[in-house]
């Protein structure tokens, strides 16, 4: 017979149970990123899924591998391919001491004021340390990055082919009532389009634009900037400008009067005004994310995730907030219960 009663036992479970969760998410920690990257596509893939898989009958193994290599496709190779052209033109700008050196000159002819050189080229050292370490290198971190794209689609797949027993478990082991579990589902769905897809489309308006004006007006490398843009502008109004006003100040510097002053009126009435037209109408299909909450995820991602926290950061804050009105909403209906059960206590009596 057992010297622990029927109580006892359960608390001691229950210890074991949280003891053993901690060192597992501890153990997991290196792949979290992954994980996250995983709940994020299976939220976009899901319809996609649900329509062909279940509505149209399609074999369910095959629409899961077909969803999976679109992702790969558009997504995965792009990004990392984009990555390696980022560092190697970091890379090859911080090399560049003689074209720092003429900048800064030309820099002190447009303003009057003395500019420490030692200065400045050491903050433009950092800068590129710091830039360089946010995107994931092919060379360097090939083992961390095949191990989470492994992980990632190892759990998509089975989430996928699985999606019902998947979100049965999920809705009988979350912490709420059944209909707050189906209203956080929802709205963690209408988040994450808000986030990913409409924040993104966003960015990759912003930087297509600056790209193309830069183009037009003859500025170097104008791919490369409307990449760096597209990545910046997941920061809302201040991600832009941090690129297009120091290339116009650069090209007045030069002389270049009208591709200066046609990047910086461009810029300010087109690409910046076309972050509030597109939330707007982002906001009327899927929801919108206040950029407060943006920016605050954001330098909350970056440090934990490198350059995927400018979606990931902004992403878990509001899963955070969302999580707080759950909860909210769950307390004041067990408090108005309480209050109705005191009531007819107090009747009966």
């Known amino acids: 017979m057992s010297v622990f009663s029927y109580k006892q ?7 074991i149970i949280i003891a053993l969760g901690v060192l597992i998410a501890y153990s997991l920690q290196s792949i ?3 994980i996250l990257s995983t709940l994020v596509l299976y939220t976009i893939m899901r319809p996609a899924y649900i329509h062909l898989a279940e509505n149209k009958g399609w074999n369910k193994r095959l629409v899961a591998i077909f969803l999976i290599t679109i992702s790969i496709i558009l997504i995965v190779l ?3 391919a984009l990555s390696s052209m980022v560092i190697s033109k970091i890379s090859e700008l911080r090399s560049n001491e003689i074209f720092f050196k003429n900048l800064l000159v030309k820099l002190q002819h447009l303003i009057p004021i003395k500019i420490n050189q030692e200065l400045i080229q050491d903050g433009m050292n950092r800068l590129g340390n710091w830039a360089t370490q946010l995107f994931p290198s092919l060379i360097s971190s090939a083992v961390n990055i095949v191990l989470s794209l492994l992980v990632m689609y190892f759990l998509l797949y089975f989430m996928l082919i699985e999606r019902k027993k998947f979100e ?20 963690m769905r209408n988040t994450t389009y808000a986030n990913v897809l409409g924040q993104g489309l966003i960015c990759l308006v912003q930087g297509s634009l600056v790209g193309l004006s830069f183009y037009v007006l003859g ?3 104008p ?6 843009t597209t990545f910046i502008s997941f920061v809302p109004v201040l991600g832009p400008p941090v690129i297009f006003v120091p290339a116009a100040i650069l090209q007045i510097a030069n002389g270049n009067n009208f591709a200066g002053w046609a990047m910086l009126i461009f810029g300010f009435v087109v690409i910046i005004n076309i972050d509030n037209v597109l939330r707007f109408m982002i906001a009327k299909k899927v929801g919108n994310i206040h950029p407060i909450i943006t920016v605050i995820g954001v330098i909350i991602g970056i440090p934990l995730f490198g350059i995927l926290g400018l979606v990931f950061g902004p992403l878990l804050l509001s899963y955070f907030i969302l999580l707080i009105k759950i909860y909210e909403t769950s307390t004041l209906a067990s408090e108005r219960l309480e209050r109705i059960k005191t009531n007819n206590e107090h009747n009966e009596l």
């Open 32 to 34: 979290f990123s992954a």
């Open 9 to 15: 036992r359960n608390n001691i479970n229950l210890v």
């Open 219 to 221: 500025y170097k490398d």
């Open 78 to 80: 792009p990004f990392y």
């Open 168 to 187: 049965f478990s999920l809705i009988k082991y979350a912490p709420f009532r059944e209909q707050n579990a189906l209203r956080f589902g929802d709205e």
């Open 223 to 228: 791919i490369f900037w409307g990449v760096i």
